[in-house]
């Protein structure tokens, strides 16, 4: 994992969900897979958490104190009980966010031997900085794919016969 | 489904696909998951050669043929064999080729009762303009998904031991 590249994807994040999502009508943005699965604006909320919560609270943590103290546990589920505001408000705040957590990263000037700088992740024990930071890109990606399915299932009826040809219409949603 | 937000949200997708894709490393824009599978820039490939060749003739012939005469098969591989160019390049012409389509369709000035209108299906027979439409935009937000997904797993091995948390990074890769 090369750390400009990483960094440079992460940056894409907030624009790419904006353009998706921006004024999208409520039947879209709020639609879910049913209990246990997530509408495209609480996947937004959970990526907006984890600015706040989980990645650079980790990487702090890496860079003060290694592996000798353990993260704190990530809420995946805490969006869930949030207010419900209007979506753009919510990627207004993540755009914020995204480029604050951006900021503190650069500041810190990380090199490349920086990246195997060691943590303790709570439940798998050792892990890396790099290991890190390649998993928050995957998790932005990976949530973007899952808005796109969440949003795209909105139409699993009104394809007709064509439901044979797109998988995802029946994929069971996950919520990752 | 509603017209006009069908048409709004396949009015979205050059830009997002732009976002997520302008000035992307070839390591990211043309990795696969092997034989079979597709790189981004095929998929957008794909999206380009369904503007020309897919949606705008079948609504064509739908609403100038009726369920008279079958739609052409489509050729969802055809990409595959293209010569390789930029992938900002490929994203202006599929951002110009979708706004061709887009007008295109605003010109015939679509009623509600329009999108009953039937055509005839190489292998299903009988489908409507609306199911059609409706397939469109699934298509686009499911290649979009896949987009987010092949690009997450460039980092597959990057990400240590929260690839047990990721199972995107271990999905079959499907070419959709």
């Given at each position: 994992?090369?750390?400009a590249q990483?960094?440079?994807m992460?940056?894409?994040?907030?624009?790419?969900?904006?353009t998706?999502?921006t004024g999208l009508?409520?039947?879209?943005?709020?639609?879910n897979?049913?209990?246990?699965?997530w509408?495209a604006y609480e996947?937004?909320g959970h990526?907006?958490?984890?600015e706040?919560t989980n990645?650079?609270?980790?990487?702090?943590m890496?860079?003060?104190?290694?592996?000798?103290r353990p993260?704190?546990?990530?809420?995946?589920?805490a969006m869930?009980?949030w207010e419900?505001g209007?979506?753009?408000?919510?990627l207004t705040?993540?755009?914020?966010?995204r480029?604050?957590?951006?900021?503190e990263?650069s500041?810190h000037?990380?090199?490349?031997?920086?990246?195997d700088r060691?943590g303790?992740?709570p439940?798998?024990g050792?892990?890396?900085?790099?290991?890190?930071?390649?998993?928050w890109?995957v998790h932005?990606?990976?949530?973007?794919a899952?808005v796109?399915?969440?949003?795209?299932?909105?139409y699993?009826?009104?394809?007709?016969?064509?439901?044979?040809?797109l998988p995802a219409?029946?994929?069971?949603?996950e919520?990752e």
């Amino acid at each position: 994992m090369e750390l400009a590249q990483a960094t440079a994807m992460l940056a894409r994040t907030p624009k790419t969900l904006e353009t998706l999502l921006t004024g999208l009508p409520p039947e879209w943005v709020h639609r879910n897979d049913g209990p246990g699965t997530w509408s495209a604006y609480e996947i937004l909320g959970h990526l907006l958490h984890g600015e706040a919560t989980n990645w650079l609270p980790r990487a702090r943590m890496i860079l003060e104190h290694g592996a000798d103290r353990p993260f704190e546990p990530f809420d995946r589920l805490a969006m869930l009980t949030w207010e419900r505001g209007p979506v753009d408000a919510l990627l207004t705040r993540f755009t914020e966010a995204r480029r604050a957590s951006l900021d503190e990263l650069s500041s810190h000037d990380l090199s490349a031997s920086d990246l195997d700088r060691r943590g303790r992740h709570p439940e798998f024990g050792e892990v890396t900085l790099g290991q890190m930071l390649a998993t928050w890109v995957v998790h932005d990606l990976t949530h973007l794919a899952q808005v796109g399915e969440v949003l795209a299932r909105r139409y699993r009826d009104d394809v007709g016969p064509w439901r044979a040809y797109l998988p995802a219409l029946d994929r069971v949603a996950e919520a990752e």
